[in-house]
């Protein structure tokens, strides 16, 4: 057994010395190089800088020197800059709840100075300041200068007053990367200002200005150049535009009523493009870069219907609000915000990047041909094509499919208002055959009577062939996004040429999407049956349920849910969606009142609904080893073309896959 400590003597209460208390609070803002570079760049945005440049050596640790063109810093209030809680960009409490600037706190230079050497050198545009002044952070001196118009701030040997501090850092090359990483941040937001790093006299990265038309959708224009430039080409190739509401202007910050509208825009990532880690999320409120738990949530759940396995999306998404309704004094480092009203942000962007994935990506490639340049074939289109580029459908099918002697089975209905015919019509689209391709009886009953029959007998026809052929016939003007069929192989996959090259298609993925998303859209059209359970479901609850169920009564009622207090420590559930009726009640009672303390709860109710329909359009998609006609093939294609996210699986899957002309080409070494 321990011996009993001694006690300690008691210490009388004094006040912290200054540069103690300074150096505490550097403990929270500078955690490595990379902190400085931050805050540094903050300061620099907020003097309206068009061009920063940093400069380090040892990884910031030797130096750290940001340099801008903005406004300066006046003579008169140059020593003051560098006190504690001494800052231009608030004065009272009301500029602190409405925050608009990058930087705020007014403690970052003082904390900086107690734990570095600083020096800040400095010049204002204007004709009584005909030089600049160079002011030592340590010993106050000040002294005229020769500068342009803006701000250098000069950060040596940093924590060379807490050596313990120095210990925990990492080698260079990490520090620099982190210091680089946070610069990015800053450049991703921020198109319209330079950015240059330099590394012990070398340039390391660099991002010009994005000459831009930040008025109307010029800004997300602006955004789509400066992702393409520091994080590269690939990453808008695989992306799609997001802009909610629909009819929002990116960026914008006018009032409507009184109260800014809130805005999500942006770029998202196509689920083929995850990744295993989260480092490519980049989420920005009023123009700073945060990591926030109802962002990151809601991104992340636009992607359960179409995100394989545990598979990380990459995006990076603007959302813009009125300063009142968010709170950025919640972390010192700035990188946490509260807002208000968490729900309608975190519902705004799921909305927004659901809404974005939804749009077939397939019709983004008939864009691309009637834009080719001189030289270029359709394929070099293909790959640098504008990511969301849209598609307009014909309002009926060309003539010339029409005059083929294998008539497409569309013809025999009523053009729909796009091309294909809804899910709910997939009894008669299958159902129609070609002649020659499948009996009569294939024709005249289709799926309307049994889908397993119809394959079935095309299967019969065809499955002495390991490939079905198609009879060759030009593409059609204005070609389909996915082509038309020519082939089906080993029953599983259907091929198709386009304009781009080969299209490879999984048909019972594809049809499982299609099916799918059409049991979705029935019950979306659909309230929430409830069924009454014969016997309550009670469960000890904490006082947060209990007070969740009793204040959100009508949205549980609305989800087909009916939770009531049966004890001040317990809830009973009473009802429980028809559709979810097998599922386990407490279970489900309580995951949604823990949605709905913070976020959205109608996603639980959706995520569990989506799992059995999803189960139920597996069993009903078309199976694989299925031999189906060329006029069947074509209408699953069509069908595709405008069905919301059919480029996934219900499992995340890609259901179909482009080969372009290129690597065809270089399969059998043409050209060299």
Request: glycine letters at 8%; charged letters at 20%.
């Amino acid at each position: 057994m321990n011996a009993a400590l001694p006690p300690s003597t008691r210490r009388p209460i004094l006040e912290l010395p200054d540069e103690l208390v300074s150096q505490i609070a550097a403990g929270e803002v500078v955690e490595r190089p990379a902190s400085v570079v931050r805050e540094l760049v903050d300061n620099a945005l907020d003097a309206g800088a068009t061009q920063i440049t940093v400069r380090l050596q040892a990884g910031g640790v030797r130096l750290i020197s940001v340099e801008d063109n903005g406004w300066g810093i006046h003579r008169t209030e140059l020593p003051t800059a560098l006190k504690r809680h001494a800052t231009s960009k608030i004065a009272s409490l009301s500029d602190l709840e409405s925050v608009g600037t990058m930087g705020f706190r007014g403690e970052a230079l003082a904390a900086i100075c107690s734990i570095a050497e600083v020096s800040v050198l400095t010049r204002v545009d204007s004709g009584d300041e005909p030089h600049g002044w160079l002011l030592d952070g340590r010993s106050g001196e000040l002294q005229p200068t020769a500068r342009n118009p803006g701000t250098t701030v000069e950060v040596r040997e940093l924590f060379f007053a807490t050596p313990a501090r120095r210990k925990f850092l990492k080698t260079d090359a990490t520090e620099l990367a982190h210091c680089i990483e946070a610069v990015r941040r800053h450049a991703l937001a921020r198109p319209e200002v330079g950015f240059a790093i330099w590394h012990d006299g070398k340039l390391v990265a660099q991002w010009r200005a994005v000459v831009a038309d930040l008025a109307g959708g010029g800004m997300l224009d602006a955004l789509r150049q400066r992702l393409a430039d520091v994080l590269g080409e690939d990453f808008i190739q695989q992306a799609v535009a997001v802009n909610w509401p629909a009819d929002a202007v990116p960026g914008e910050t006018a009032l409507a009523d009184g109260v800014q509208r809130l805005r999500v825009w942006g770029f998202a990532g196509v689920p083929d493009a995850a990744r295993s880690r989260s480092d490519w999320q980049y989420a920005y409120v009023n123009g700073r870069f945060v990591r926030d738990k109802v962002i990151g949530h809601a991104a992340r759940s636009a992607y359960e219907d179409v995100l394989h396995g545990h598979r990380q999306p990459v995006y990076a998404l603007c959302v813009s609000l009125d300063p009142t309704r968010v709170d950025v004094n919640v972390h010192p480092t700035k990188i946490e915000v509260r807002f208000r009203d968490s729900r309608e942000v975190h519902q705004a962007v799921r909305h927004a990047v659901e809404a974005a994935l939804a749009a077939p990506r397939s019709a983004a490639a008939v864009a691309a041909q009637t834009t080719l340049m001189p030289g270029e074939t359709p394929s070099d289109a293909a790959s640098t094509m504008p990511p969301g580029a849209a598609w307009s459908a014909p309002e009926r099918l060309p003539s010339t499919w029409g005059t083929a002697q294998n008539a497409l089975p569309f013809q025999r209905y009523t053009p729909p208002d796009t091309i294909g015919q809804r899910v709910s019509d997939l009894g008669a689209l299958w159902g129609g055959a070609s002649e020659g391709a499948t009996t009569a009886s294939a024709r005249t009953e289709g799926w309307a009577t049994s889908p397993d029959a119809t394959l079935a007998n095309t299967a019969s026809v065809r499955a002495e062939a390991g490939v079905a052929l198609a009879t060759a016939r030009p593409l059609p003007e204005g070609d389909w996004p996915l082509g038309r069929a020519i082939a089906q192989l080993q029953g599983v996959y259907i091929l198709a040429e386009n304009a781009q090259g080969l299209v490879v298609v999984d048909m019972h993925a594809a049809h499982e999407r299609i099916v799918y998303e059409r049991l979705k859209q029935q019950m979306d059209n659909e309230q929430l049956a409830s069924q009454p359970l014969l016997i309550p479901a009670t469960f000890a609850a904490t006082p947060e349920e209990v007070a969740t169920a009793e204040d959100s009564g009508v949205v549980l009622a609305m989800l087909g849910l009916e939770v009531v207090p049966f004890s001040p420590k317990t809830l009973a559930v009473r009802a429980v969606p028809t559709t979810l009726a097998q599922g386990d009640p407490v279970e489900l009672a309580r995951s949604v009142l823990a949605e709905l303390s913070q976020h959205d709860a109608s996603t639980v109710v959706q995520r569990a609904r989506n799992q059995l329909l999803a189960t139920m359009a597996c069993h009903g998609a078309v199976r694989a080893n299925r031999r189906l006609t060329i006029d069947e093939m074509n209408a699953l294609l069509r069908q595709m073309e405008v069905t919301e996210r059919s480029d996934q699986c219900n499992h995340g899957r890609p259901t179909w896959r482009q080969v372009g002309m290129k690597e065809l080409d270089a399969l059998f070494l043409r050209g060299r």
